[in-house]
C-alpha cells in the first residue's frame, strides 16, 4: 500500500540556524529549540512566532524533551560528542547535578511517557528505556535509523527512515504496552527531519537543513 504524505500545516523560520532539539512545553505553551551549531536553546512562543528565551547550552543540544517541570536535552560533551541527559529548568538553567550518561555514551532523540525517559540510538535502530540513572530497562527495535520520537495517549510515534544516501523519512506509530512491539508506518515525511514533538493537536519537526520548522497534521487525520 502506497503511504499518504503528511500534511504541512505551518513552515516557519528557525530563529537560529540548524534546528536540531525540538520539544513541545504544555506548562508554558512555548516550543523549545536547540540549535547545533550555536549551542543554544530558545524558547518560541507559536501563536506569535517569536523567542521568548535564549539560553546558551553546556554542549550540542541533540534533542529534547519536557517532563515534569523540566526540559530534558540530550547534550554532546567534549571532542568525541559524548551524550548525556541534562535537566534543564526555566528560569534556573542547566543543572550541574542531575547529568546522566547515555548507554555507551550514545543516543539522541528522546520521549517521556510520563514517568520514564526514553531515549533512542539512530545507528543501532532501537529505543530504550530508562530508569532514573540511565540504565536501560527495556529496548525496543525499530528496524531503522531514527530522527525523532514521542508520545501520544500512551503511543510512540517514531520518525524513521534511512539518512544515506537520500534522506528518506516516514512517521510510524507503536505500541509499548506489547511485548514485541509491531511498528505501522503511517505517512511519507517528505523533507529531511530532525526531532518529534506534539503539541495536543499537531506534530512538530525540524527541517535543519533549511532552517526551518515545521507543524503537521497527525496521520490517522489524513
Not at 47 to 76: L, M, Q
Request: net charge negative; charged share 25%.
Amino acid at each position: 500500500m502506497k503511504l499518504p504524505t503528511i500534511f504541512e500545516q505551518r513552515r516557519l523560520p528557525s530563529p537560529a540556524v540548524a534546528p536540531q532539539a525540538l520539544a513541545w512545553d504544555g506548562k508554558r505553551g512555548v516550543l523549545w529549540m536547540g540549535s547545533r551549531d550555536l549551542r543554544r536553546v530558545y524558547a518560541i512562543d507559536p501563536a506569535e512566532w517569536k523567542v521568548t528565551e535564549d539560553i546558551e547550552a553546556p554542549g550540542i543540544p541533540w534533542a529534547a524533551v519536557s517532563t515534569n517541570g523540566s526540559i530534558r536535552f540530550t547534550i554532546g560533551e567534549g571532542a568525541n560528542d559524548d551524550r548525556y541527559i541534562r535537566s534543564f529548568v526555566p528560569d534556573t538553567g542547566f543543572s550541574d547535578k542531575e547529568r546522566i550518561a547515555c548507554p555507551e555514551f550514545t543516543g539522541s532523540y528522546l520521549s517521556y511517557d510520563g514517568g520514564n525517559i526514553y531515549l533512542s540510538q539512530w545507528y543501532k535502530h532501537r529505543i530504550l528505556k530508562l530508569d532514573a540513572g540511565g540504565g536501560i530497562l527495556r529496548v525496543i527495535d525499530v528496524g531503522a535509523e531514527i530522527c525523532g520520537h514521542t508520545f501520544v495517549d500512551g503511543m510512540i510515534y517514531v520518525l524513521r527512515g534511512v539518512e544515506k544516501p537520500a534522506e528518506d523519512w516516514r512517521i510510524a506509530r507503536l505500541d509499548p504496552k506489547e511485548e514485541a512491539p509491531v511498528v505501522n508506518d503511517l505517512a511519507l515525511i517528505p523533507f529531511a527531519s530532525r526531532s518529534l514533538t506534539f503539541d495536543g493537536e499537531h506534530f512538530w519537526s525540524n527541517h535543519r537543513a533549511t532552517n526551518e520548522i515545521v507543524s503537521f497534521a497527525a496521520p490517522n487525520s489524513l
